[in-house]
């Protein structure tokens, strides 16, 4: 099992970013995404989630309203959109894949290897 995350960079304060995470070696449709971050010297903690249907989505209150999680079956892929970017969003950002049926459930299963997101003031 694999997760490919790409798309991370550098973008000034209030700008966007798009996110993918490619998924193989496993049925994509039976696990739910998430999205995690680790910032500097700080804990990882969850960022998003969408749940295996795609119709549940849930998001950390730090990012709700300017952060879209969604996901692309043809394609294995789930993409975390990010808008209204802050220097506080700055962090390694991680997918994860889990057969898990709630947001709240732990552990996920596999893990990307993380994409850098710098935000400038």
């Known amino acids: 099992v694999q997760l490919q995350a790409s798309g991370g960079g550098l973008v000034q304060a209030g700008g966007s970013l798009r996110l993918s995470c490619t998924a193989s070696g496993l049925t994509f449709s039976s696990y739910a995404m998430a999205w995690f971050r680790q910032a500097p010297g700080k804990e990882r903690e969850f960022v998003a989630y969408i749940s295996r249907s795609g119709v549940t989505t849930y998001y950390a209150d730090s990012v709700k309203g300017r952060f879209t999680i969604s996901r692309d079956y043809a394609k294995n892929t789930v993409f975390l959109q990010m808008n209204s970017l802050q220097p506080e969003d700055t962090a390694v950002y991680y997918c994860?894949?889990?057969?898990?049926?709630?947001?709240?459930?732990?552990?996920?299963?596999?893990w990307g290897q993380g994409t850098l997101v710098t935000v400038s003031s």
């Open positions: 994860a894949a889990g057969r898990l049926t709630s947001a709240s459930a732990r552990p996920y299963d596999y």
